[in-house]
């Protein structure tokens, strides 16, 4: 079972960056895509950005052009650079294994993100 930490989060002004590190460990015989949610209070916990096996990427509009996904195989860590950023995206951040195979997926404990306009 794959375990996940985000961390990187804390509170910035609007305008400004932060990067979101999220560390797995353990062991999966499946592969997996990864992924990056958020949840705002009171509303739903929404797709953010994903990487998949081939390193293709995809980004939710509202983020487009301002956040980019990468990983880092040899450190098992994926991060999510938030650039420009606004009061709306002030959210708990998730990441999260979207496995292949007859495997569970995995979630991180969240990492949140505060922006002030």
């Known amino acids: 079972q794959v375990q996940l930490v985000e961390s990187g989060g804390g509170s910035v002004q609007a305008g400004g960056s932060l990067r979101l590190s999220c560390a797995a460990s353990?062991?999966?015989?499946?592969?997996?895509?990864m992924s990056w949610y958020r949840q705002a209070p009171g509303k739903e916990r929404e797709f953010v950005s994903a990487?998949?096996?081939?390193?293709?990427?995809r980004y939710a509009d509202s983020v487009k052009g301002r956040f980019t996904i990468s990983q880092d195989n040899a450190k098992n860590t994926l991060y999510l650079q938030m650039n420009s950023l606004k009061p709306e995206d002030t959210a708990m951040y998730y990441c999260?294994?979207?496995?292949?195979?007859?495997?569970?997926?995995?979630w991180g404990q969240g990492t949140q993100v505060t922006v002030s306009s």
């Open positions: 999260k294994t979207d496995p292949y195979g007859a495997c569970d997926n995995a």
């Open positions: 353990g062991y999966t015989y499946c592969s997996y895509d």
């Open positions: 990487i998949f096996i081939d390193s293709t990427t």
